[in-house]
């Protein structure tokens, strides 16, 4: 890894090219900080690795290693259908069709043996026992009974149920219809309720279940990469220096401390912008190899409609200025408990609580009664997630809108002219 | 000409007073030193001239600007090697020199033309390339000398120049500060090194718990205390022994 940076002479490999830039850089001194902090960070293998390497490796992994482990696709589950009732081979069967959609590898046997150390053991996911007397049951009216063995701690054995379950309820619904038939009877008969449910929403459109958690979810995740990303390279640009003593000699320079600084936020939020576009281009990944491994019926519906020209506009704007607003904010707060703390280790730790601070109202928004809208998007922080929901939700509310953006505005100011203050500290050098 | 005036420069941490009401005067074009035991003050006063830390009282002027006033024009006026060189590790030598050199105005074809020559008088064009974190202690020492002197301004300030460093860097950077005051500009040089004052300085300051012990010229500091030994001056100026004779 070492050597993909420089050989073990020291001799730079790799931008070099960016660093012999340097000469010709415009004298615009928060030009050369940015410059110069971008180099740094290039090189440093922890904070790449950290920031962009791991979350492009593991962001696809968290997000669709659960749902291809549990698709029925990726591993078919195996089942033993166990049929101690002959008549009850029509059932059988059909759950064994299910091997042509290669959701399962079916076994149909007459006598399952020891069922508890087959399940134990992994031979078998699921045991369906079709138990004598079912079909008996069945065809007078009665309640036929199936016994299902399975490991309750086992994923394998959840989705084995799972596409069973499917195939059992439509040979059950399939009965049912057969049974009204004969005595003459309609389904509504039997249904004397039935819910309908209607959309109130501020558009006056009606949305798919896909739209909605994707209208919701995405621009908390945007805002969330946003805010978070920049903790790494805000430790080490102002903490990290402090750190290796070289904030002193770079203060020595006819460069006003506000200069200094506006490099160094240019240089993280171009950063925190590179980090969160790997992480939201991993996750994306994540997301595509999630859906593809969902069912047809599941997967469909769930992110086109968001396309509509209509909605893309406010999904885009709300995402850009989430993205910026966020971005920016997260960093001024960065710096400022950068500047705030003695040591790279305290620097660490403020970072890492700020994080846990700002991420909370990002993730509690959708969930948040719609009695605490109004007082939500005047705080902190959470005047942003506000701002992204109204945006994809709201969109005809132009007060709560402009409400949420004001606010998110104001706050990232105030944060501006706290890690100013923070970084104009002569304990900023020395602690 | 006053190349660098400390005017009553008083510098507090809480209750604890590092500088008091310490004024001298340096002459352009000479070598200035500044002694003094350690804790005695010789750091915090080079920083509050080289703005870093702003004075409680008093101020400093650097070629006739006020560091409190116009600390960026001060700072125009001074290269500064601190105590800590503050070298980049992830730059490479010739970065760390192109960083400075750019935060300090220089044109593309200027630096590009100093960089090389300061490379090549300081021994280190074979290590353009190279880290700075794979330099040598005597090699991180020179770049940063050379980052002080990188714009070539009139007044260089310089903290424990030597310290830590091998004798063959030790004596080139000794030469470069000979050279630069020969070149008619102003140098002061913080240091333990009795034998370094003795060969580079014009004029002395001695400074102990934070208060001035003697300035003036070395032959007079010898003259007036009647000892031959430089370092037997220092350690009786430090113990307050001759004071009223020297001040």
């Known amino acids: ?431 | 000409m006053v190349a660098v005036e400390a005017i009553s420069l008083t510098k507090a941490f809480g209750d604890l007073l590092a500088v008091r009401k310490l004024s001298f005067r340096v002459e352009e074009g000479t070598i200035f030193g500044l002694l003094g035991p350690n804790g005695a003050g010789k750091t915090t006063t080079l920083r509050m001239i080289y703005g870093v830390l702003k004075p409680t009282y008093g101020t400093a002027k650097v070629m006739g600007v006020d560091v409190r006033e116009n600390p960026i024009e001060a700072k125009r006026k001074m290269g500064v090697l601190p105590e800590d060189t503050g070298v980049y590790p992830r730059l490479t030598a010739e970065e760390n020199l192109v960083y400075f050199g750019k935060l300090r105005g220089m044109d593309e074809e200027r630096l590009r033309k100093r960089i090389k020559e300061l490379l090549d008088i300081l021994n280190l064009t074979e290590k353009r390339f190279v880290v700075a974190d794979k330099l040598s202690r005597g090699q991180k020492q020179k770049l940063a000398f050379a980052r002080a002197i990188l714009d070539e301004p009139p007044v260089l300030l310089l903290d424990e120049p030597t310290l830590g460093v091998d004798v063959m860097s030790a004596r080139e950077i000794r030469k470069m500060i000979e050279e630069y005051a020969i070149s008619g500009k102003t140098v002061i040089l913080s240091t333990h090194n009795m034998w370094e004052v003795e060969r580079l300085c014009d004029r002395i300051a001695i400074i102990s718990e934070g208060t001035l012990r003697y300035e003036g010229s070395k032959e007079d500091l010898r003259r007036i205390a009647g000892k031959r030994e430089f370092e037997d001056i220092f350690v009786r100026l430090v113990r307050g022994e001759v004071i009223e004779k020297a001040v």
């Open chain 1, 1 to 431: 890894m070492r050597k993909l940076f420089k050989g073990s002479s020291g001799v730079v490999k790799i931008s070099k090219g960016f660093g012999q830039k340097g000469y010709s850089l415009p004298p615009k001194p928060w030009l050369v900080v940015a410059w110069k902090e971008v180099l740094e960070a290039f090189r440093d293998r922890r904070t790449m690795l950290n920031v962009v390497l791991l979350p492009m490796i593991l962001m696809p992994l968290v997000i669709s290693l659960p749902t291809l482990m549990l698709s029925p696709k990726t591993i078919p589950p195996k089942i033993m259908v166990v049929v101690e009732d002959p008549r009850g081979m029509d059932l059988a069967k059909e759950i064994e069709a299910l091997e042509n959609s290669s959701e399962a590898l079916v076994s149909i046997v007459t006598d399952g043996g020891n069922y508890t150390g087959l399940v134990l053991s992994g031979d078998v996911d699921l045991i369906v026992d079709i138990p004598e007397g079912f079909y008996e049951n069945l065809s007078s009216g009665k309640t036929g009974r199936l016994i299902y063995y399975y490991d309750p701690y086992g994923a394998r054995s959840s989705v084995a149920m799972g596409v069973v379950q499917r195939v059992v309820s439509e040979y059950s619904e399939e009965v049912l219809r057969r049974r009204l038939e004969a005595i003459n009877l309609s389904e509504e008969y039997i249904k004397p309720i039935v819910s309908v449910a209607v959309q109130v929403t501020s558009t006056g459109e009606g949305a798919t279940t896909g739209e909605v958690v994707t209208a919701m979810v995405l621009p908390m995740m945007v805002g969330l990469i946003a805010i978070t990303g920049a903790g790494t390279f805000a430790i080490d640009m102002i903490a990290g220096e402090r750190e290796r003593k070289t904030l002193e000699a770079l203060f020595t320079n006819p460069v006003s401390r506000g200069q200094l600084l506006l490099g160094k936020f240019g240089a993280l939020t171009l950063l925190s912008l590179i980090s969160g576009l790997a992480t939201l281009f991993s996750a994306l990944i994540g997301v595509g190899f999630a859906i593809t491994s969902m069912s047809e019926s599941l997967a469909a519906g769930s992110v086109p409609q968001l396309m509509e020209p209509s909605r893309l506009l406010y999904l885009t704007l709300g995402i850009l200025i989430t993205v910026a607003l966020g971005g920016l904010t997260g960093n001024a707060v960065m710096i400022t408990a950068a500047s705030f703390a003695k040591t790279f280790k305290e620097a660490q730790q403020y970072v890492g609580f700020l994080t846990l601070i700002l991420v909370v109202p990002m993730v509690a928004i959708p969930y948040a009664p719609q009695s605490f809208h109004p007082v939500l998007r005047v705080l902190p922080i959470s005047s942003l997630a506000m701002f992204a929901r109204d945006m994809i939700v709201n969109p005809g509310d132009l007060g709560a809108i402009a409400t949420s953006l004001i606010a998110s505005i104001l706050y990232l100011i105030v944060f501006l002219w706290l890690s100013a203050k923070m970084f104009g500290r002569e304990s900023v050098i020395f602690c």
